[in-house]
């Protein structure tokens, strides 16, 4: 049974970005995996301190909520990270939730030590959803928020599988008035489990 973990990077529960999540979770459910959420604005986690002292161990020293978010991490099978976008990338607690993964990324890329297989022994993927508020045409939007995902993912040792990005949802809830986004969510997170189109 695939665990999939879901992180909702908004500060502003039960919105748009979180209820876009919990569609993707449910349909991953329902598919068969069990599913976690946690809200990294709701963690107690300190700001990178860039100390230096993850580099010999792969372990973050700072003693906080993300000491077992690193393990959850690692551990997961499949990983959805949904964040809305502040300034043209991640929010501030999706940020700060990423910059401490830095431990993640010296496990991996300095002590070689790799993360990157599924319980099945399939590769571990991920799923983007970013949400925006401005309603304006930009092809760049999402651009500066990618590259941030995609670092996180990899440092993760989890394969950037799937993206959904929409824009114009700045009102709370507004996402129920989209046409096709819940949905959208729910075949995603059948997908990230079933294997399709992977």
């Excluded at 100390?51 to 690692?74: A, E, F, N, R």
């Excluded at 959803?129 to 999402?142: K, Q």
């Excluded at 670092?151 to 990005?165: I, M, N, P, R, S």
């Excluded at 008035?177 to 079933?194: I, K």
Aim: one cysteine or more.
């Amino acid at each position: 049974m695939f665990r999939v973990l879901g992180l909702t990077g908004s500060p502003r529960r039960g919105g748009n970005t979180e209820t876009l999540l919990d569609s993707a979770l449910q349909a991953a459910q329902q598919a068969g995996a069990t599913t976690e959420k946690v809200a990294p604005g709701n963690l107690m986690a300190r700001p990178c301190q860039h100390c230096d002292g993850c580099l010999h161990t792969g372990v973050c020293i700072i003693d906080d909520d993300m000491q077992p978010l690193h393990k959850k991490l690692l551990e997961a099978d499949r990983l959805v990270l949904a964040t809305p976008i502040f300034f043209m990338t991640v929010s501030a607690q999706t940020k700060t939730t990423i910059d401490r993964c830095q431990a993640l990324w010296v496990a991996k890329y300095l002590l070689k030590q790799r993360h990157d297989k599924a319980s099945d022994g399939s590769r571990r993927r991920g799923l983007w959803i970013g949400v925006a508020g401005t309603d304006r045409p930009a092809p760049y939007l999402f651009d500066g928020a990618r590259m941030v995902v995609r670092a996180f993912f990899a440092a993760c040792d989890v394969e950037f599988g799937e993206e959904l990005l929409y824009t114009a949802m700045d009102k709370y809830r507004e996402v129920h008035l989209h046409p096709t986004a819940l949905q959208e969510a729910r075949d995603a997170g059948s997908r990230l489990v079933s294997g399709a189109g992977a």
